[in-house]
């Protein structure tokens, strides 16, 4: 061909921080896949915009094979936030761009499995008057009444959907067709496995807001675009009624698109259920159990404004919805939120980041706000709305703190021994719920734990400078602090009482189990946890039997004390507060305090109103005593004087440098070198970050991979990008030993 050919630059799935040119017949918009040739394969990356041709000084650029699609896939302001997360995060924006597809768009060649199609009416005329509706439907009210479901789904439904809820015929369908009210069109369906499930759909509509609900509903609605809000609601105030009102808004009434993300979508099949229950097929529920095929049939449907509102879990907030009105967090302090490998995003920053960039509106709402979060409202980049009050006027249910310490007094010792997991009080408390026919929840967190030393009177050795608990590791038998590298020995006596320290260990929920069956022979109990939960609904099975009143006790981890609502819940139990508290981890206190506020939340949902019991070792804590009298802001406060001194987020900025290999020593030799760079750097270019480590991880061999950390600390984020991105361009990283460079930046925990 004779035109002389465009340049583009193309973002590849490598983890290389650059783009590449190739060359095109004619322009390809920036957010198209591309397939282009890498060495001798066929590689799919996106077209990012025109190129300069600036690093070609000497080769000649190779052809773009194909293009595969009519339309970009990233539409703008998504294309923008992966931009923005590929130099926060100081990744490829390539690896971003991949992240932000289906699996199935990644791959070259390999022809993507289509999803059958199905017909849908779209409405076309309108009728805005009664007068002329009536005029138009004289003789035919089942069309006005086809007609009036139409719009009321948003303008676009499946045909046989339509005709099962009017329980008409098709001859209804055609009549609105033939007078031009309605177009039918094929798009595909996906089967989804979310919508087989027969969940309690409530009666949405006919709740009212609240004046409460309705001042902040009032007030997410006249925000500018790409204004942001944190809602603080305490559990059972209502949350999701606002959520739904203000899709109302932008999706029914603004015709815009929504997405909706929640911490885990198999946990929390009550808040999903209700978002269908409302806006029925406007929505797509992205989650686990989709296939390729499936996943990449729903975001058809999404990037063509088939769905309109995107139901899911972290991923769903790179949505291809075109015209976002709204993006909602629900529970946005959840740490599953922060994806754990590269690109290491957080879900509500790339939320307020992409609100921004489409001007639409971002709420994120939670009982227990992050203390960044809470931090940004008090300093106006976030506008705080509050729930005060349960909905109808519920109390918040009493809590109960159990000393285990005291329960050490039993005469029998294997009494004790059985005490210091189910306390007398928390015994009488389940028994007393069994025989009413009552329910109970029962935690214990035992997730990650690293082993620390307590003494008799539940002092746990902490370190001297960082106010961070101590892990104990046993060879050579030592203490070390896993934020400025402090050692100890292992065999001092506590600081606090001179009594002996003893090496904790984690309970687990197998044995709190055998132990309930033993006392509660006749309770009918439920174990949720990561090993009871294979099946992919294992987890919603569990909380539907729970739900049908099959369950008398629910023992579990963290999974049970997210967003549930039964009203026979009457008894939450915390097994032992203490399991994580003392983690060697500056978020440690406030990870449990959500933890406790939330399953507190759980009890006292209906008139029977409920009881919290609380075991710990340590009832003078902070995280303990503000849960107990849920009182968030008193948290707040606290939590946020300790984070000043000595100074962690969100005083300043965090980031970890991990360093992993299958040679001890060699991961050990080159963190010392990331350690040194970054050292070097700062004299240099005073950039007011300071250089931690290097020193291993406090879980320093995960999969046979050994690893060492090197922690920076920024008061300002721009210096430390700085920094990172020079790293990364600047530092080689030895090919030998499987070496690995991972940057987590603002990590949500360090091990
Ligand atoms: P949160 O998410 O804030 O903990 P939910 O949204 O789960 O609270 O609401 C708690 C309960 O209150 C739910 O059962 C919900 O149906 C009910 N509810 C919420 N708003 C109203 C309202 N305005 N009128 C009546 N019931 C309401
Ligand atoms: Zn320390």
Redesign the pocket.
């Known amino acids: 061909m004779a035109s002389s050919p465009h340049l583009i630059e193309v973002a590849l799935p490598l983890p290389l921080r650059q783009t590449f040119t190739y060359a095109t017949d004619a322009p390809i918009a920036p957010g198209h896949r591309v397939v282009v040739p890498v060495r001798n394969t066929r590689v799919v990356g996106i077209c990012v915009g025109p190129s300069d041709g600036a690093s070609l000084a000497t080769v000649t650029p190779k052809s773009v094979l194909a293009i595969p699609d009519a339309e970009p896939a990233l539409p703008a302001d998504l294309l923008t936030t992966c931009r923005w997360i590929a130099e926060y995060h100081v990744v490829s924006l390539g690896l971003v761009c991949r992240a932000a597809l289906p699996v199935a768009l990644g791959q070259a060649g390999s022809p993507v499995p289509r999803g059958r199609t199905e017909r849908v009416l779209v409405l076309a005329g309108t009728l805005p008057t009664l007068q002329s509706r009536e005029a138009a439907f004289r003789r035919a009210p089942q069309q006005r009444q086809a007609y009036e479901l139409l719009e009321s789904l948003g303008g676009r439904a499946s045909v046989p959907h339509l005709l099962r809820q009017l329980g008409c015929t098709s001859a209804v369908v055609d009549g609105l067709v033939r007078k031009g009210f309605a177009r039918i069109e094929s798009a595909t369906v996906f089967r989804d496995p979310f919508a087989a499930r027969e969940g309690a759909r409530?009666a949405?509509a006919a709740?009212?807001?609240?004046a409460a609900?309705q001042a902040a509903i009032d007030t997410i609605l006249a925000g500018a675009p790409g204004a942001a809000f944190l809602l603080h609601?305490?559990?059972?105030?209502?949350?999701?009624?606002?959520?739904l009102e203000v899709l109302e808004q932008v999706v029914r009434v603004e015709g815009k698109s929504a997405i909706v993300l929640v911490p885990e979508i198999a946990l929390t099949p009550?808040?999903v259920e209700?978002f269908r229950a409302r806006f029925g097929d406007l929505v797509t529920v992205l989650h686990s159990g989709l296939s390729d095929g499936e996943r990449l049939d729903a975001w058809r449907a999404l990037r063509r404004g088939e769905k309109r509102i995107a139901v899911g879990a972290r991923s769903a907030i790179f949505a291809p919805l075109p015209d976002l009105g709204a993006l909602i967090v629900?529970e946005e302090h959840e740490a599953s939120y922060k994806q754990a490998e590269a690109p290491r995003y957080h879900a509500r920053e790339v939320a307020l980041i992409r609100a921004r960039e489409a001007g639409a509106r971002c709420v994120l709402?939670s009982?227990t706000p992050s203390l960044e979060s809470w931090r940004n409202a008090q300093e106006g980049r976030l506008q705080l709305l509050s729930?005060p009050a349960?909905?109808?006027g519920g109390a918040l249910p009493a809590v109960r703190v159990v000393d285990l310490r005291q329960e050490l007094t039993a005469s029998r010792p294997d009494e004790r021994t059985r005490r210091q997991v189910l306390s007398a009080p928390l015994e009488a408390a389940i028994r007393d719920r069994v025989a009413r026919g009552e329910q109970t929840i029962l935690l214990l967190n035992r997730r990650g734990y690293a082993p620390f030393v307590q003494c008799a009177e539940g002092h746990v050795a902490l370190c001297p400078h960082c106010s961070i608990s101590l892990t104990y590791h046993r060879t050579p038998e030592r203490l070390v602090c896993h934020y400025c590298q402090h050692q100890e020995s292992a065999g001092r006596r506590c600081a606090d009482c001179g009594g002996a320290m003893e090496r904790q260990r984690g309970l687990g929920t197998q044995q709190v189990e055998r132990l309930l069956v033993e006392r509660f022979p006749t309770a009918r109990i439920a174990r949720m946890d990561a090993d009871t939960t294979s099946g992919k609904w294992a987890h919603a099975e569990i909380l539907e039997r729970v739900g049908r009143g099959e369950v008398d006790v629910l023992l579990g981890t963290q999974m049970i004390a997210k967003?549930l609502?039964f009203?026979n819940v009457t008894l939450v139990g915390v097994i032992d507060a203490d399991v994580g508290l003392h983690l060697p981890d500056f978020r440690a206190s406030e990870r449990i305090f959500q933890l406790l506020s939330q399953v507190a939340?759980r009890a006292g949902?209906g008139p029977k109103g409920g009881e919290v019991v609380i075991q710990t070792r340590t009832p003078g804590h902070h995280a303990v005593r503000h849960a107990a009298t849920h009182d968030f802001l008193s948290f707040a406060a606290e939590e946020l004087t300790h984070r000043e001194s000595p100074p962690y987020p969100p005083t300043l900025r965090l980031a970890n440098l991990i360093v992993s290999g299958l040679d001890e020593v060699g991961v050990a030799t080159f963190a010392g070198a990331v350690a040194r760079w970054c050292v070097e750097a700062e004299a240099r270019f005073a950039l007011g970050v300071t250089v931690l480590g290097p020193a291993p991880c406090p879980v320093d061999r995960i999969k046979t991979r050994w690893r060492w950390h090197v922690i920076l600390k920024s008061e300002r984020v721009g210096p430390l990008t700085r920094l990172l991105r020079g790293l990364a361009d600047g530092l080689e990283v030895p090919a030998a030993g499987g070496l690995r460079l991972a940057i987590d930046r603002d990590p949500v925990a360090l091990l």
């Open positions: 409530a949405e709740l009212r807001p609240t609900q609601g305490i559990t059972g105030s209502g949350k999701t009624l606002v959520y009550q808040t209700r629900d709402g009982a729930l349960r909905v109808g967003g609502d009203a939340g949902r």
